[in-house]
Structure formats: C-alpha cells, structure tokens
C-alpha cells in the first residue's frame, strides 16, 4: 500500500497571501494524484486531478504541480472560502489511499 | 444536477449488521464506477469499496475484506453497503462517491455522508 504523507499539518496563512502544501508519496505515482478541499460538517470536494488538471468550476488561484513522489498544491491568494482541510489522494494501483490532510487556518 | 444521498446509517453494537444505500440521480448512473469512503471522527478519508458499472468487479479495503459487501441495482440507480459483523473503529461517517474521470480512480461527486456508529 501506497503512504501518502502530507505537510504541513496546518498551515496559518493570512487571506491574500499564497499557500503551499506538500504531499509526498512511499513510491512513484507517475502524475496519479488528486487533491480535495473539505470544510466543516461538508464533504469532500474535487479540485485537482492528473497532479495538475483544475476539475470544473474550480478557479485558477488553485494549482498544482509535482509527479512522481512529490506534490504541492498551492492557493495563489487565499481567500475566506477557502480555509478548510486539503486532501491528496493517489490512485496509481490499488488501493487508493489518502494522505492525513493540511488544514488551512487564518492566520 | 448531480446528487447522491446515503441512507441507512445509526448506531449499531459491536458484531451488529447495517445496510447503507446511496440514491444516485442527476447523471447516467450505470456509466459510473461507485464506491464508498469513510471518515471516523476528527480523523481522515479511508477509501472502503468500489463497484465496476456491471456490478461484477468489486474491491474492498483490507480491513473490512470479507465483512462488508457492496451491490448496486442499475435500474434503481442505487448502490449498497451491506456492513456485516461490525466493529468500533468502523465508527465514520459513510461517504457514497461517483468515480467520474475516465479511467481514473478520481471522485468527482461525494454524497453528504450517512454516520454509522459501532457502540454497546
């Protein structure tokens, strides 16, 4: 089984600053790897896929990059929307597994 | 619009049996891949059971292999957990989720979760 390991836990960011968060992967996952956004008492959303590909309707402030074992996910701005918990996902074999989240907190 | 909306979960006792179902609608249901994920309380996702299109390729986390079996009825556009012999650290909240991307394990449609709690 693939670990999926994620830094930080939080990040404390100050609205309109960047964010940047890592997840690294045990072994190679090529681009296989997806990131989601959760906010309290919701459910997951889908933002990024193929490491990189925006899924629809999530705006461009949101970007990720990395293959291999290693990912970052970055909010170019963050606005007050988007404090809230980000997943990473890979789904090169089976099983998939997440990593154990980076919440996103005001600063 | 799409939507998937669980049902069935609630509290159970420990070696106790629940059936949790997800009503699909807003989209081609038996076009999809399904599966169900987990999050126990203050704790991360946990990707549990995946159902193919057919119904006839399913696969299922090592830890609940063999207790839990998912089904999916494409003429009622529903999919099932049926969660047998049941334990405490299956306490989560129960997520139904459409495999969207093709070819991909993404998911791109998360129901609002059914909560299944393993108590005495």
């Known amino acids: 089984e693939i670990v999926m390991t994620q830094s930080p836990a939080t990040l404390s960011v100050s609205p309109g600053e960047r964010a940047t968060l890592s997840c690294r992967a045990s072994?190679?996952?090529?681009?296989?790897l997806a990131w989601y956004q959760q906010k309290p008492g919701q459910a997951p959303r889908l933002l990024i896929y193929g490491a990189s590909t925006r899924a629809t309707g999530i705006p461009a402030r949101f970007s990720g990059s990395g293959s291999g074992t290693e990912f970052t996910l970055t909010i170019s701005s963050l606005q007050s929307e988007d404090f809230a918990v980000y997943y990473c996902q890979h789904y090169n074999n089976w099983p998939v597994t997440f990593g154990g989240g980076t919440k996103v907190e005001i600063k | 619009e799409v939507q998937l909306v669980e049902s069935g979960g609630g509290l159970v006792q420990p070696g106790g049996s629940l059936r949790l179902s997800c009503a699909a609608s807003g989209f081609t249901f038996s076009n999809y891949w399904m599966h169900w994920v987990r999050q126990a309380p203050g704790k991360g996702l946990v990707w549990v059971s995946r159902?193919?299109?057919?119904?006839?390729?399913?696969g299922y986390a090592d830890s609940v292999k063999g207790r839990f079996t998912i089904s999916r009825d494409n003429a009622k556009n529903t999919v099932y957990l049926q969660m047998n012999s049941l334990r405490p650290e299956d306490t989560a909240v129960y997520f139904c989720v459409r495999d969207g991307i093709v070819g991909l394990t993404v998911f791109d449609y998360w129901g609002q979760g059914t909560l299944v709690t393993v108590s005495s």
């Open positions: 159902i193919n299109i057919a119904g006839s390729d399913t």
């Open positions: 072994q190679s996952i090529d681009s296989n």
